[in-house]
């Protein structure tokens, strides 16, 4: 019986295993910038403020100088994945000096983005029905976005996936990422550039390989050529892993021929690698078997950790509870991680680059 009982555990699910997805390398050139390092090394975050008043916005604003002194100082760039809702303020609020305030934020963005940084789409949910109507009313996109898929177990949390297929519909799924996708473009990149990927709230893209398939294609469907986000199990088992390992966490994707690329977060004792906890960079740049390529790790932050909200300032000043850190034990602790990334640097360990670069790298490598 209890052999028969361990046989019928289902298998953990880890994407990377699907057939439709393909582990990728990039392969070491000599004579590259970067040849000599022992990784590529990718600071995300994922920028998702409370934005309910002028003071939440001025505290990120705050929050983002410093990230930007940061960036400026030991010349090591950031990939914002950014949550388009949070910037509804500024284009259908109501409230003149909250919607001034939120340009202004993006204003902050878009000169971080001029100085090296990288801005990409991030969303939790579907994205604000008002907002679409109002970039609708300035562009109409269009394309298809049709599936007929019916509802099975769940096995992630309720977040993008769930709320905006499950819930909503896969079409609404492909507005979303379409319309936000092209908001960040206009505001961010005054239509100069592309944005190419996208990071589910949530690390939220279904509960079976179908569903991811699906999920891939609407990504595609969208315009989008890269994902930076897959989990691996069931959500708050002790299967449940963000990311993959160093040296793993890339891929290609192809569904009905067309082909994107997955930059997964490296997944890291406790979790995915994060500039605020202590994690041995040097130890995963060097853990990589295959000398001949360049393992890229994928660290993970939310600048809106540094973000000091109205509703809860007076929690913000209490003493942290246990695995918390306060906003100035924060700072100290990504200054802490800007100051290793400088020295790792300049040991020829890690070389800092954006998603975007990264992204180029992929596609000389694809090329050849």
């Not at 500039?275 to 390529?293: F, G, Q």
Request: proline content about 4%; overall charge neutral.
């Amino acid at each position: 019986m209890a052999i028969l009982v361990a046989c019928s555990k289902p298998a953990i699910e880890n994407p990377f295993t699907y057939p439709f997805i393909k582990e990728i390398r990039l392969e070491r050139k000599a004579g590259t910038p970067y040849s000599e390092y022992k990784a590529l090394y990718l600071l995300t975050e994922d920028f998702e403020p409370q934005v309910d008043s002028v003071t939440d916005v001025d505290s990120m604003r705050e929050g983002l100088r410093f990230a930007d002194e940061l960036s400026k100082q030991y010349n090591i760039p950031w990939t914002h994945f950014i949550d388009v809702n949070v910037l509804a303020p500024a284009f259908i609020g109501e409230d003149a000096a909250l919607a001034s305030r939120t340009r202004e934020m993006i204003a902050d963005l878009k000169t971080m983005v001029a100085r090296g940084d990288d801005c990409q789409l991030h969303l939790h949910g579907a994205m604000d029905e008002q907002l679409v109507a109002a970039l609708k009313q300035i562009e109409k996109l269009h394309g298809k976005a049709t599936c007929n898929k019916s509802m099975k177990a769940y096995r992630q949390r309720n977040s993008f996936f769930f709320n905006a297929f499950y819930n909503q519909g896969y079409r609404q799924m492909v507005v979303s990422l379409r319309y936000g996708k092209r908001l960040l473009e206009q505001s961010i990149y005054d239509n100069k550039q592309p944005v190419l990927a996208f990071r589910p709230g949530g690390w939220d893209h279904g509960s079976s390989m179908q569903d991811t398939r699906l999920y891939y294609a609407g990504l595609l469907a969208a315009g989008l050529r890269a994902n930076s986000g897959l989990s691996i199990g069931n959500f708050a088992a002790t299967n449940w892993r963000v990311g993959n390992g160093v040296g793993h966490n890339l891929a290609s994707v192809t569904v009905d021929d067309k082909t994107l690329i997955e930059v997964s977060p490296t997944a890291a004792p406790g979790g995915y690698v994060n500039p605020v906890i202590a994690t041995n960079i040097r130890e995963l740049a060097e853990s990589a078997k295959n000398k001949d390529t360049l393992p890229v790790i994928v660290s993970v932050y939310h600048l809106s950790g540094l973000q000091k909200t109205a509703d809860h300032a007076a929690e913000a000043e209490a003493q942290p509870g246990p695995g918390q850190q306060s906003i100035e034990q924060q700072r100290d602790a990504l200054e802490r991680h800007f100051q290793l990334l400088a020295e790792l640097r300049a040991q020829k360990i890690i070389y800092p680059i954006t998603l975007r670069e990264l992204l180029a790298l992929v596609a000389g490598d694809e090329s050849k």
